[in-house]
């Protein structure tokens, strides 16, 4: 059964950038996507973006992009996600999350979240 | 982006309740690609439903998904004590998208 495991919380100031990682371990690394998902005390969840690290294809929501920098390290099947320029509002907890894909007519598709990490703390204070 | 808008946004009901939820989404999701999750406090998202009305592995069968295009359901028959949490609905196309969720409480 795949599991993610993912670094410890973190604080940082105002301005400043986190890199948050996530280890899959349990399953074929390569099978996957991988999502980023945050959720705010008291909010739903946010899709940040994800990565399909065989083939190095990136994904990002809008409103991240220019922010958020996801990417993957094959040989240790770890997945990061590197959010920049961070302000108060991203205090959060931060999920990586697995899924299959698919490619068909030159395009990928990708299937539901169905394994999720723990969570990362991101705590964003002067 | 496809918006999804869930309702109601608070159910109280007591437990052996049918419980039902609802999903409208902002545009028709192609393949019905439309997961539900269930969330209790401290921990990650589970898996409830994928495409609309596949139950994930592992959930009981008192939960169904159903709906198609800008409407979709979930349903739970019989409310458990262990039931009662926030619901939240996905679309998990290109860009992804989920809703504000339903908080399922007791009555």
């Known amino acids: 059964q795949v599991q993610l495991v993912q670094s410890g919380a973190e604080v940082k100031k105002p301005g400043s950038s986190v890199k948050v990682s996530c280890k899959v371990s349990?399953?074929?690394?390569?099978?996957?996507?991988i999502s980023w998902v945050r959720q705010a005390p008291g909010q739903g969840p946010e899709w940040m973006g994800r990565?399909?690290?065989?083939?190095?294809?990136?994904d990002n929501a809008q409103k991240f992009q220019g922010r958020v920098t996801i990417s993957a390290d094959k040989s240790t099947s770890t997945v990061y996600m590197e959010l920049s320029r961070m302000r108060s509002e991203d205090t959060a907890m931060y999920y990586c999350?697995?899924?299959?894909?698919?490619?068909?007519?030159?395009?990928?598709?990708?299937?539901?979240?169905?394994?999720w990490g723990k969570g990362t703390t991101v705590i964003v204070s002067s | 982006e496809i918006v999804l808008t869930q309702s109601p946004g608070t159910l109280s009901l007591s437990p052996g309740e049918r419980a039902t939820l609802s999903c409208r989404a902002s545009?028709?999701?192609?393949?019905?690609?439309l997961a539900w999750y269930q969330q209790t406090p401290g921990q990650a998202p589970r898996l409830l439903i994928y495409?609309?009305?596949s139950r994930a592995t592992g959930i009981p069968d008192r939960f169904s998904g159903s709906g198609s295009e800008t409407d979709f359901t979930l349903a739970i028959s019989r409310l458990e004590p262990e039931d009662f949490a926030v619901y939240y609905c996905?679309?998990?196309?290109?860009?992804?998208?989920f809703g504000q969720g339903t908080k399922v409480e007791v009555k």
């Open positions: 999350a697995t899924s299959h894909y698919g490619y068909r007519s030159g395009d990928y598709y990708y299937y539901s979240m169905d394994v």
């Open positions: 990565i399909i690290p065989f083939v190095g294809i990136v």
């Open positions: 495409g609309a009305s």
């Open positions: 349990g399953g074929a690394f390569n099978n996957y996507a």
């Open positions: 545009q028709s999701v192609s393949g019905n690609y």
């Open positions: 996905h679309h998990y196309g290109s860009p992804s998208t």
